[in-house]
Each structure stands twice: as structure tokens, then as C-alpha cells.
């Protein structure tokens, strides 16, 4: 009796050793394995973490006609991306050698992040709604003049202290009553009571009314604030006189003359 028990006994301890260490061969077996797997020089394991510690380059010499690498999410959710890229502060996230256009890939769409996105979806939305940093707003253009005449014509607008693109345009002519024969007329364009443009034609007759030949006008270190735009008339002293010639500016304007400037301010960035 005291033969069997003792049999038995050494049997269970047996089994119970061999399934052990079948269990620490497993483990350490398919633990290395899977490691092995996922580094460097091996083939990646979908839906486990993979590391590298060097470049996985995907190349061919003829190449792909078509996407080189797809990646479909289909899942239901609202929150799902095809590709998550993830650096260091400071850090961009990607490169390319190419300065064509991406479809769909623009300011008027990443630009926008509902109240339903995360912290970093709005942070990266707002980055995409940015040329140089500058936030879409400050590339705004005014239009303080959309008048008729007579000139002068006084208006004010507001500059953040960058570079002011001024686009002016108008008509005039040259009146029988104000001047004796055909020639030069213009408008000066001023601002805070210094000039700054103008723009002008010529007419080979009187009361004939001419549309001036506009400028785009580059403004630069004009200080940041409230400014005034005036447009005026250039009549010169020797019109209507003996000592008028056709060089001289001679203009009137009156209401059927229309007058139109539009003020495009590009940040400055200074690097």
C-alpha cells in the first residue's frame, strides 16, 4: 500500500515538471519569436507594436503605376484616420520633394475642427489654416473707397503694420469750362497726407471722359493703426491759362465718375 501511494506520488511530481517546463519553452519560444518578428529586419506582425531602429524603405526600380502604399479605414466611428504621424515638438511630420498640389488638401477643409474634435485635431486644424504662420484673416483685403465723385474723396482704413498692396481705379476728363485743349489727367492717391501713388491718361479732347490707368501700389513700413486714404484731382496751375500745354494735368470729376480702391495687407514675416 505504502509502495503504490508513493508510485503515484512520484508520477504526479513527473507530470507536474514536464508540463512546467513545457510551459517556460512555450513561452520563451513564441516570446522571442514574436520580438524577433518585429525588429529590425523582419517582417512587421499586424496588431502588435513594431520597432526599428533604421529606415523601412518601400522602392522598386520600375515603381507602381498608381498609389505605392494604401491604407483603408472603415471602421464607423467618427474619430478614425487612415494615418497618424506622430514626431517630437518641433519636429515637422513629414517631407516631400514635390510642390505640386494635393487634391483635397487644402485650408478651406483642414482648416475647420467641430466642437466634437480633440485638443490636438483643433491645434492642427489651426496650423493648417495658416500660410507662413499667419492665420487666414490677416490676408484680408479693405475696400475703403467704392464711391462716385466729385473728388476729393477721403476715407479711412486700418493696417497691421505689414505690406499694403493698393489697387486704385477711377475717370476723369478734361473739362472745356476748366481747361483749353486736350492733354494729361490723374488722380493722386495719399495717405495720412503724403503721397503715395497716382494714376493718369491722356485725352485728345475735352469733356470726353477717360478711365485712368490704375496702379497696384507697395506700400511698406507704414506703422501699424488707423490711416486715412484720400483721392485727389490733379489740376495743375497753369491750366485754363496762356501757359497751359498738353502735359499739363488739367482733370475735373463730377457724380458719373466712379471711384474704387481696394487696400491687401500681407504680413511681414521677418525670419
Not at 513629414?94 to 491645434?123: E, P, Q
Not at 462716385?148 to 472745356?176: D, H, Q, Y
Not at 503724403?194 to 506700400?219: E, G, K, L
Request: aromatic share 6%.
Amino acid at each position: 500500500m505504502l509502495r503504490s501511494t508513493a508510485s503515484k506520488v512520484m508520477w504526479v511530481g513527473r507530470a507536474t515538471v514536464f508540463l512546467v517546463g513545457l510551459a517556460v519553452i512555450l513561452a520563451l519560444t513564441v516570446g522571442v519569436a514574436t520580438t524577433a518578428l518585429g525588429a529590425n529586419g523582419q517582417a512587421w506582425i499586424l496588431g502588435k507594436n513594431n520597432v526599428a531602429t533604421a529606415i523601412t524603405r518601400l522602392a522598386g526600380a520600375a515603381g507602381v503605376d498608381g498609389p505605392m502604399l494604401q491604407l483603408i479605414n472603415n471602421d464607423g466611428g467618427t474619430n478614425d484616420t487612415a494615418l497618424a504621424l506622430n514626431v517630437q515638438a518641433g519636429e515637422a511630420p513629414m517631407k516631400v520633394n514635390s510642390n505640386a498640389r494635393v487634391a483635397n488638401l487644402n485650408a478651406a477643409t483642414a482648416g475647420r475642427a467641430d466642437s466634437a474634435d480633440s485638443a490636438d485635431t483643433a491645434i492642427n486644424a489651426q496650423n493648417a489654416d495658416k500660410l507662413d504662420g499667419q492665420d487666414f484673416s490677416a490676408f484680408q483685403a479693405q475696400g475703403p473707397v467704392d464711391a462716385r465723385g466729385p473728388l476729393p474723396i477721403e476715407r479711412s482704413f486700418t493696417s497691421n503694420g505689414g505690406i499694403l498692396l493698393i489697387s486704385v481705379s477711377g475717370s476723369g476728363f478734361r473739362s472745356a469750362a476748366f481747361a483749353r485743349m486736350g492733354g494729361a489727367i490723374g488722380v493722386n492717391v495719399l495717405i495720412d497726407g503724403s503721397p503715395y501713388d497716382s494714376m493718369a491718361i491722356t485725352t485728345n479732347a475735352r469733356d470726353q471722359r477717360q478711365a485712368f490707368v490704375s496702379n497696384i501700389n507697395v506700400i511698406r513700413m507704414l506703422p501699424s493703426g488707423s490711416h486715412t486714404l484720400r483721392l485727389e484731382a490733379l489740376y495743375d496751375a497753369a491750366c485754363n491759362t496762356d501757359a497751359e500745354r498738353y502735359y499739363h494735368y488739367c482733370t475735373t470729376t463730377n457724380d458719373d465718375d466712379r471711384f474704387n480702391v481696394t487696400v491687401l495687407e500681407i504680413p511681414e514675416t521677418r525670419r
